[in-house]
């Protein structure tokens, strides 16, 4: 490969300014494992595509060069190229976010580039780079190989419905799946009728409108690097909801990978800024399906969500790799305990015991104790036994696309929400304040 000039429509070539160099790097994180997976022509296809989307997209006069075999820089004399103070990172996180998320084919596969960028911009624009979503390091064998294209088919049809949502593009074969949300309640299980909050759940319908079984989502997306993308979307989808509906509280979960630290959580921020009332009814429930990366980071974050008054949930306790003492450092609202520690069998009693122990040590540190994966009434008797009365799982409620919040009256959903929590200090005990939602 050669080094390319790029011009804008005004440009010309001529003297370079004399300002402070700018240098991006642009890094396809998942070029070993397209290589590994799908041979080494596909992916060296995949890194002209990335030169291409440069070329197009890069503003200004700059010089793009090939940097070893998966990444590109961007040199520029002139930071003002880039518009605005942090034009630079600002113009970098965009075009890894837009390109990362446009699936694109290759003959028969459709591939999606994870990507990663870096920036040094001298005195004046600081050196930095952004979070990396790379996923796990790339395997080897027909098992792993076999997984890792799987995988990628279905986060290309997942990133695929997302564009198709946001109606920014759509594959020329017309083969899309369509993203719906489903709600499912926390409920008081003393009472069958409170709800703390609902929970939103990402559903796939293909073109016949029958659900596609992809397993775990994030899961998948998480390995394969591109929760973000998931992240994102679901999180503005349930701003949407809670500003059509001022009464109700709803959740969304996100991956511990990066909580926080993508930049397009600064918009979320705002939004949340401009309307506290809002704020304080959106739960964000981190999962526990990765480990922390940046617990110093992720501790932040949470501050500064539950300075705007969200309340924050650790998802899947017991099942990640959370320790007491980060737990104690997260300090969050709620703790969903894992439906692990619900077996039943012959385990009934030191499930109980394990119930007991995990749900005293979360209430002890000002936590509100939630059961998740409650599917039967014993389950649901071990969980109050344990003295875990808020709990969520189909027992008590199925996840449906219905607004049940909005119902007057049902016999198969809760029907009363509470709309008011006031907590004293990072006390457990609740005021709760329960009426029918109105239509």
Same mark, same amino acid.
């Given at each position: 490969m050669v080094s390319a000039v790029v011009r804008n429509q005004h440009g010309s070539e001529g003297e370079r300014s004399l300002r402070e160099e700018v240098r991006l790097t642009?890094?396809?994180?998942?070029?070993?494992?397209?290589?590994? &997976?799908f041979g080494e022509d596909i992916s060296t296809l995949a890194v002209s595509r990335l030169r291409q989307l440069l070329t197009e997209c890069a503003p200004g006069e700059v010089e793009i060069a090939p940097l070893g075999s998966d990444a590109?820089?961007?040199?520029?004399?002139?930071?003002?190229?880039?518009?605005?103070?942090?034009?630079?990172?600002?113009?970098? *996180?965009?075009?890894?976010?837009?390109?990362? $998320?446009a699936p694109f084919k290759v003959g028969s596969a459709t591939l999606c580039?994870?990507?990663?960028?870096? +920036?040094? &911009?001298?005195?004046? $624009?600081?050196?930095?780079s952004l979070p990396r979503h790379g996923g796990h390091i790339a395997g080897s064998g027909i098992a792993w190989c076999a997984t890792y294209?799987?995988?990628?088919?279905?986060?290309?049809?997942?990133?695929?419905?997302?564009?198709?949502?946001?109606?920014? +593009?759509?594959?020329?074969?017309?083969?899309? *799946?369509?993203?719906?949300?489903?709600?499912?309640?926390?409920?008081?299980?003393?009472?069958?009728?409170?709800a703390l909050y609902y929970q939103a759940r990402l559903r796939m319908i293909d073109r016949t409108g029958q659900k596609n079984d992809y397993g775990d989502l994030p899961e998948i997306l998480e390995r394969m690097g591109?929760?973000?993308?998931?992240?994102?979307?679901?999180?503005?989808?349930?701003?949407?909801?809670?500003?059509?509906?001022?009464?109700?509280?709803? $959740?969304?979960?996100?991956?511990a990978l990066y909580a926080g630290q993508a930049r397009w959580w600064n918009e979320i921020r705002a939004r949340l800024a401009g309307d506290v009332g809002m704020?304080?009814?959106?739960?964000?429930?981190?999962?526990?399906?990765?480990?922390?990366?940046?617990?110093?980071?992720?501790?932040?974050?949470?501050? #500064?969500?539950?300075h705007l008054r969200c309340k924050i949930e650790l998802s899947g306790f017991g099942r990640g790799s959370t320790s007491i003492r980060e737990l104690v450092a997260l300090s969050p609202t709620f703790v969903k305990i894992d439906a692990m520690f619900?077996?039943?069998?012959?385990?009934?009693?030191?499930?109980e015991q394990m119930l007991v122990h995990l749900a005293g040590l979360c209430k002890s540190l000002g936590a509100t104790v939630i059961a998740d994966g409650i599917n039967n009434s014993a389950q649901r008797h071990l969980a109050l036994r344990a003295g875990i009365r808020w709990?969520?799982?189909?027992?008590?409620?199925?996840?449906?696309?219905?607004?049940?919040?909005?119902?007057?009256?049902?016999?198969?959903?809760?029907?009363?929400?509470?709309?008011?929590?006031?907590?004293?200090?990072?006390?457990? #005990?609740?005021?709760?304040?329960?009426?029918?939602?109105? #239509?």
């Open positions: 642009i890094r396809l994180s998942n070029f070993p494992h397209i290589a590994a &997976a590109f820089t961007i040199l520029s004399n002139d930071l003002s190229f880039f518009g605005m103070p942090q034009g630079h990172i600002r113009w970098l *996180d965009a075009f890894c976010t837009q390109a990362s $998320g580039m994870a990507l990663h960028g870096e +920036w040094d &911009a001298g005195k004046a $624009g600081g050196a930095g294209r799987a995988d990628m088919a279905i986060v290309a049809r997942v990133l695929t419905a997302i564009n198709q949502d946001s109606r920014e +593009w759509q594959l020329d074969d017309g083969d899309v *799946d369509c993203l719906i949300v489903e709600w499912q309640p926390v409920c008081d299980a003393e009472s069958d009728f409170d591109f929760i973000d993308h998931l992240d994102r979307y679901l999180v503005g989808k349930v701003l949407d909801e809670l500003e059509q509906d001022p009464d109700v509280s709803l $959740g969304v979960q996100i991956s704020a304080a009814r959106l739960v964000i429930e981190i999962n526990e399906t990765a480990p922390f990366t940046d617990i110093a980071a992720v501790s932040q974050f949470i501050s #500064q969500m539950l619900l077996g039943g069998g012959m385990r009934i009693e030191q499930d709990q969520q799982g189909d027992a008590l409620a199925r996840s449906g696309i219905s607004r049940r919040w909005r119902l007057k009256t049902s016999s198969s959903c809760p029907t009363r929400l509470v709309t008011a929590c006031h907590y004293a200090g990072r006390d457990s #005990q609740m005021n709760l304040q329960a009426n029918i939602s109105p #239509q």
